[in-house]
């Protein structure tokens, strides 16, 4: 069935004419979040491997690149590929390190864009200037909210105005720019939720990764949850949320994620976010009900 949304798949065929492979690597990056050069213990959400990154323990990047494309030509003839540093702050590294590592994935022909997860707060212009030299660069920042209590709340070490500085700065050298957002916070109502996302519209991001808030076994949250349970969405109210989320992107954002891909072993609440494929469906079901699609509803308006 045709999407009603953009998916970043699209987006990736349109722009090199075959379909691309995201080939997740550990680059041996940490976080200024958990290390004390902003706060320790990290985002209270985040566990010790740095939220659901499960990447191949392999020696170099190099080793890991090619055994994840001889995998992913094996089962499914992949042609082309990018290179995803996921795991904590792929930016907190001196500039000298950075170079070597960014530059170390195009070895081969077949990788043709580099994707580098990253906080709004671990980049300088420097940086930038690096990455805008690579071939097809994303940036992805984790924002998670667009409200300043909630990241005081979730211990993030940022605020919304950083964030929104990176972004102007990101797309002033034509690096794209995907935003994660999580939905469900305690503390947040259907309307901040929504407000998260028509900010991130205002800022015509190029794509979006949006989550449900899960609580990992091993992180801060799951502490917390356990001494005085809070209420979380069940599955239907979190995919009319990101329905609504939808109708207010610019048809123009790509969806990079709507559905985890997380472990059911590592997560404590809610179990439903491992049922990815009917999450997906369900998601499908509701703009169709609602005879709906991406940028439905998109206006460029300030938010207060």
């Known amino acids: 069935m045709e999407k009603r949304y953009y998916p970043i798949s699209e987006y990736l065929k349109k722009t090199f004419s075959k379909k691309v492979y995201k080939i997740t690597l550990d680059g041996g990056f940490y976080c200024p979040n958990r290390d004390g050069t902003i706060s320790s213990g990290g985002c209270i959400f985040c566990d010790e491997t740095g939220s659901y990154s499960r990447c191949n323990n392999l020696k170099t990047i190099k080793e890991q690149i090619i055994f994840s494309m001889d995998k992913l030509q094996k089962q499914f003839k992949a042609e082309a590929f990018m290179a995803y540093f996921q795991s904590f702050s792929n930016t907190y590294k001196p500039y000298s390190e950075l170079e070597k590592i960014y530059k170390s994935v195009f070895f081969d022909e077949r990788i043709v864009s580099i994707s580098i997860g990253t906080r709004p707060d671990c980049v300088d212009d420097k940086k930038l200037d690096l990455i805008s030299s690579l071939k097809h660069p994303w940036i992805e920042y984790g924002l998670q909210s667009s409200h300043d209590e909630t990241l005081k709340l979730i211990n993030r070490g940022h605020d919304f105005n950083c964030f929104k500085n990176a972004v102007i700065e990101t797309k002033k050298r034509n690096i794209k720019v995907c935003a994660h957002i999580i939905l469900g916070f305690p503390n947040e109502n259907k309307a901040m939720m929504l407000d998260s996302a028509k900010r991130l519209a205002e800022l015509d991001i190029d794509g979006i990764k949006i989550h449900m808030l899960t609580i990992l076994r091993d992180s801060p949250l799951a502490k917390i949850y356990q001494k005085e349970p809070f209420y979380l969405m069940n599955m239907e109210q979190y995919c009319e949320i990101v329905c609504d989320i939808l109708e207010i992107l610019p048809k123009t954002t790509t ?48 938010i207060h």
Request: glycine share 6%; hydrophobic share 40%.
């Open 255 to 302: 969806i990079q994620r709507i559905a985890g891909t997380g472990f059911s072993e590592t997560t404590l609440e809610p179990q439903w976010v491992n049922r990815r494929f009917e999450i997906l469906n369900m998601i499908d079901k509701i703009l169709l009900q609602r005879n709906s699609f991406q940028g439905k509803n998109y206006l460029k308006q300030a």
